[in-house]
């Protein structure tokens, strides 16, 4: 088992009412997958939001176009909406 | 290329004057980013800028990486503003020198186009009205989509 820090930011760490949260997880895992434990665990509300298809993801601190590829070297992933710097 | 992600005020005075140009620079361009006190018939009181730090940092690094690729950049800056903010407050600062003009002009272009879609900062505008965090815009994409298809 891996301990899986799990970030969220902008708006939607608003709407789940959290910034962080960890998870121990088994490797490898894929960003879809944490978003079902995260369902499960904290409630119906965060599979549902982290499901919407214009939340993006980062494993490690790096954009994931595909969220169903699985993991194996992974310690932190991150959940959050369009940017909107500048 | 210097990177500064700050939470205190930036100051167009200081940013301007960081990196001297050396002899071999031809020209220098640069874009300021201010905090409007309107949008969307708004009146905008202050706005707060989420981040994320660590990526925020690779991010901007990966952007500048790839205005290197792209044009002969000699040095500039690059600097974001996060937290929170008022109406006049500066927010981006992009310095591009190079030894010739349109290099500058098109990396400064690059650089602010793929910020603003693909660095992690997130704005949250604050009014009488309520927060309302602000949502990407469709032109911001484009302007990044026009890069990548001069790119192929």
């Known amino acids: 088992m891996q301990k899986l820090n799990v970030l969220f930011f902008g708006q939607l760490s608003e709407k789940l009412n959290t910034r962080e949260t960890s998870l121990m997880v088994d490797l490898p895992i894929s960003v879809n997958e944490v978003v079902k434990l995260l ?3 904290h409630g119906a509300v965060f599979n549902e939001c982290l499901s919407a298809p214009h939340i993006l993801a ?29 | 290329m210097r990177l500064i992600i700050s939470e205190s005020a930036l100051l167009i005075n200081e940013l301007s004057c960081l990196v001297t140009p050396s002899t071999c620079v031809g020209g220098v361009n640069s874009f300021t980013g201010y905090m409007r006190d309107n949008n969307l018939d708004r009146n905008v009181n202050a706005m707060f800028l989420d981040h994320y730090p660590g990526m ?23 600097a974001h503003r996060v937290g929170k903010v008022v109406p006049g407050d500066l927010l981006v600062y992009v310095e591009v020198q190079t030894a010739h003009r349109q ?20 704005k949250k505008e604050l009014t009488n009205e309520g927060e309302f965090w602000v949502e990407q815009r469709d032109s911001d994409v484009i302007a990044l ?7 192929n």
């Open chain 2, 103 to 122: 290099c500058a002009f098109d990396a400064c272009n690059f650089i602010m186009d793929t910020l603003k879609t693909t660095a992690p900062f997130w």
């Open chain 2, 56 to 78: 925020t940092e690779s991010a901007l690094a990966r952007i500048i990486e790839q205005a290197k690729n792209r044009w002969p950049i000699i040095d500039g800056v690059v």
């Open chain 2, 145 to 151: 989509d026009k890069w990548q298809q001069r790119e």
């Open chain 1, 58 to 86: 980062a494993v490690n601190q790096q954009m994931q176009t595909n969220k169903d590829i699985s993991h194996s070297d992974i310690n932190e992933i991150a959940f959050f909406p369009p940017v909107t710097g500048g």
């Open chain 1, 39 to 41: 369902g499960q665990r």
